[in-house]
């Protein structure tokens, strides 16, 4: 079964870069969502969309931005990249048309290490 | 604020035995509690949903159960294998409506002696 696809898999980035994380939902899911995992920490999350807008946000810094588009697909936005955004960052989707208790299917992850 | 604990942090055990994985909630309004495996360096898995009207699920050699009033989740694994060696996080899912992030716990890092 396809499964969410997260680009790239890695990327090395400097102080005060910007960076585009990309992710793909599966098939179907209209509800995408990102978290980020600092080392040795639970993932937290940052924010989530429905069917092309906005419907949760949480501890995402003002320097991120992200959006959903009209296939579904989400793109995670972050400048003035600072040490302390090195982490895994993870997309989930689900489809809320389904019900609440859809379990949400995550993505492996791209890895931000900040130089 | 939702804040979930798993215990312990660690856990060790020969193959082949059973064990236990806790979590717990503090908040009980929610609408269901994910299982999730995650192997160093990769994504989450997602092992087991169970939600708040359900008292268990299982998979496999995998149970979940859910006391939701206590604000208790356990993950039994059945005569463990070193393939399991990984850790295991839980996340609740608040249940007010246009509330959709999963609260993580800390997660149990669990090895599986050979």
């Known amino acids: 079964a396809a499964g969410v696809i997260q680009s790239p898999r890695h990327l090395i980035k400097e102080k005060r870069e910007t960076a585009t994380l990309k992710c793909y939902p599966i098939p179907r899911h209209d509800t995408v969502y990102w978290y980020q995992q600092g080392p040795g920490q639970d993932p937290q999350f940052l924010i989530s969309?429905?069917?092309?807008?906005?419907?949760d946000k949480g501890s995402i810094p003002d320097r991120f931005s992200a959006q959903q588009f009209s296939d579904y697909h989400s793109e995670l936005n972050m400048s003035s990249l600072e040490l302390g955004d090195s982490a895994l960052y993870f997309c989930?989707?689900?489809?809320?048309?389904?019900?609440?208790?859809?379990?949400?299917?995550f993505g492996d992850g791209t890895r931000l290490s900040i130089l | 604020k939702q804040e979930v604990t798993q215990i312990p942090a660690a856990l060790s055990v020969p193959e082949g035995e059973n064990l236990v994985l806790n979590c717990s909630f503090t908040d009980s309004a929610i609408y269901n509690l994910q299982w999730f495996r995650q192997d160093p360096g990769k994504g989450l898995t997602s092992l087991l949903l169970i939600q708040s009207s359900q008292r268990e699920q299982t998979s496999g050699r995998l149970n979940a159960s859910l006391d939701k009033s206590s604000g208790r989740s356990t993950l039994y694994i059945a005569a463990s294998q070193p393939g399991d060696s990984a850790t295991y996080l839980c996340a609740v899912r608040p249940s007010n409506f246009g509330n959709e992030k999963l609260t993580f716990g800390t997660g149990t890092r669990l090895t599986i002696i050979p």
């Open positions: 969309f429905y069917e092309k807008m906005q419907s």
């Open positions: 989930a989707s689900s489809s809320r048309d389904r019900g609440p208790n859809q379990p949400q299917h």
